[in-house]
């Protein structure tokens, strides 16, 4: 469930790179603190968001977009979003969000601990943390930008985000449910020749 039409339209634009695209992803336009109202008869074999980080990035300057919220009422909103989502997967399943932290836009610019708030709020919908995993992005200008912002602040550069993966209820049955998994070594042929 995403909030901006245009986000929806773009996704279903995309559908043609899903292979194989079946079942097809529906997708809804709303707001996901209804999740659990709006799409109350699906249950869901796996849940996976990129929530807005906070105020990092802003969507739109719809009320209801997480974006545009400070972080207390972010917080409060997204805490709903999640046990919303916890609710709607089915027991004995994963569920996997990623995120990054991010600075206080005003003072001293201190981290917001969004990573702990998304385990925190996950906990409390009943699941539990199961995986994390670092995707590095892009280093981009940051070597520029980086030398001069930790001289004066000592504040690092960063060029990674949190892959967390939970899971609601037993492991062993969450496993099975997802079916075999080919792991082989000719998924991967660049690496045998390293
Ligand atoms: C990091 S982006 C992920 C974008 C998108 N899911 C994609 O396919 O890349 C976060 C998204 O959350 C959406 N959003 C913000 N508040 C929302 C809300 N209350 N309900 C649903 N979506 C919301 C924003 O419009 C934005 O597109």
Redesign the pocket.
């Known amino acids: 469930?995403?909030?901006?039409p245009e986000?929806v339209e773009?996704?279903r634009g995309q559908l043609g790179l899903l292979q194989p695209a079946d079942p097809a992803p529906a997708w809804h336009v709303?707001?996901?603190?209804q999740i659990g109202r709006r799409l109350a008869d699906v249950e869901a074999d796996f849940v996976f968001?990129?929530?807005?980080?906070a105020d990092l990035?802003r969507?739109?300057d719809?009320p209801?977009?997480?974006?545009t919220m400070d972080y207390p009422a972010f917080l409060t909103?997204y805490r709903e979003?999640i046990a919303g989502a916890v609710g709607q997967l089915k027991p004995d399943r994963f569920a996997c969000f990623v995120v990054g932290d991010v600075r206080e836009k005003r003072g001293t610019g201190v981290y917001r601990n969004f990573v702990a708030d998304t385990i925190e709020a996950f906990l409390d919908a009943g699941a539990q943390l199961y995986n994390e995993a670092i995707l590095l992005t892009a280093y981009g200008s940051l070597p520029i930008r980086a030398g001069k912002q930790f001289a004066a602040s000592r504040k690092l550069g960063k060029t990674h985000q949190n892959v967390l993966v939970f899971v609601k209820g037993d492991w062993k049955r969450a496993v099975a449910a997802c079916g075999d998994v080919n792991v082989s070594d000719d998924l991967f042929p660049e690496a045998d020749e390293e």
């Open positions: 469930m995403e909030l901006r986000q773009a996704n709303g707001d996901s603190r968001s990129c929530p807005p980080y990035e969507y739109s719809d209801a977009d997480l974006s909103a979003v």
